[in-house]
């Protein structure tokens, strides 16, 4: 059975359906960012002890971390609505005013991918978050004319897994920016349990161990993974995912003991071999490995320099010592990092 074949055992509709119902519930629910919740506690126990709404929130950090988990659950301690969309759905400054105008009083509003934003949609995004207002200009020409909405009071709260492409004037205007960190295998450990109670699923606490270490740092992975160890218990087992399940699991995936998947040993491989261990710029270890620079930049190199096994240099990407270690290939000198 290919990896494909196990991916596509359960239809895509089933696994979105899942991924809600894994999803926290009440704020002790959410696991582990100790240190965001608390600082979100104050902020959300203030407003409601005001009776206002909180000021903008910006969550960034890795993809799969919880951030609009944490979304979701501030809307559930102001005890309001959130409204949620992304960046790239707000194509057209049209499509902002129709959401802010349709907003009530004490509403979130969620953008993820907030770094994706267009610029001009970004610019009206300034007096709505600032002012409550939005400046909606009617004509072209001399004949231009603006006209000011007042709008309800409400909190954005956006998600970014690229603060660094965040313009100064949006950062600015956001009254609380926090970063989400990669979880410890404790943490992970902790999810994997809870999802596999939601999920009626028995689990060995071995295979529980085995899931966290290879869910690279992240609790979106980690479900994942026990997703499909879930499945291949019920097809090849007697339905509890025990630590040779979760085993067989893994090498079907072609995930190893650290968490890598194909495509970062490939990243690795194409920088030691075809690069003779870097510098390599992002555009040619694209073209190399045939992947979206944004993906390598957003899904495979946080994990890779979590690891160790990636260096990020002023002229480019560079494998370390322990990424040779890993791949069982020989350290030469030739290979020494670059400053």
Request: hydrophobic residues 40%; negative net charge.
């Amino acid at each position: 059975m290919s990896t494909d074949r196990l991916e596509a055992d359960k239809p895509e509709k089933e696994d979105y359906a899942l991924d809600l119902a894994l999803r926290p519930k009440e704020w002790s629910d959410y696991v582990g960012q100790g240190h965001v919740k608390r600082n979100l506690r104050i902020l959300i126990d203030a407003a409601r002890m005001r009776a206002e709404p909180m000021e903008h929130v910006l969550l960034s950090g890795p993809a799969g971390l919880g951030k609009t988990s944490l979304a979701h659950l501030i809307a559930r301690e102001m005890n309001t609505n959130i409204r949620v969309t992304s960046g790239p759905a707000i194509e057209r400054v049209g499509d902002l005013a129709s959401i802010l105008t349709n907003l009530i009083p004490g509403d979130i509003l969620f953008i993820d991918e907030v770094h994706r934003l267009n610029k001009l949609v970004e610019e009206i995004l300034y007096p709505a978050m600032e002012s409550r207002t939005l400046d909606i200009i009617i004509g072209k020409g001399p004949s231009a004319r603006t006209i000011q909405i007042d709008l309800p009071p409400f909190t954005l709260v956006a998600a970014t897994t690229r603060s660094g492409m965040l313009s100064g004037p949006l950062r600015s205007r956001f009254g609380a920016s926090y970063r989400l960190d990669f979880y410890n295998a404790d943490d992970l450990g902790k999810i994997v349990m809870r999802s596999a109670a939601i999920l009626q699923t028995p689990i060995e606490p071995a295979a529980v161990e085995r899931i966290s270490i290879s869910s690279r740092f992240t609790p979106r992975v980690a479900n994942r993974l026990l997703k499909r160890t879930r499945d291949y218990a019920q097809v090849h087992g007697a339905g509890t995912v025990t630590d040779d399940i979760a085993q067989q699991t893994l090498n079907l995936l072609e995930i190893d003991a650290l968490g890598l998947e194909p495509m970062d040993r490939r990243i690795l491989d194409a920088i030691i071999t075809t690069f003779s261990g870097g510098p390599v710029g992002l555009q040619a270890l694209a073209a190399t490995t045939s992947e979206e620079e944004d993906t390598i930049v957003e899904v495979y190199e946080p994990y890779l320099m979590q690891l160790g096994f990636l260096e990020r240099t002023p002229r480019g990407r560079v494998a370390t010592e322990r990424a040779y270690e890993h791949l069982g290939r020989a350290y030469t000198a030739q290979s020494t990092l670059i400053s």
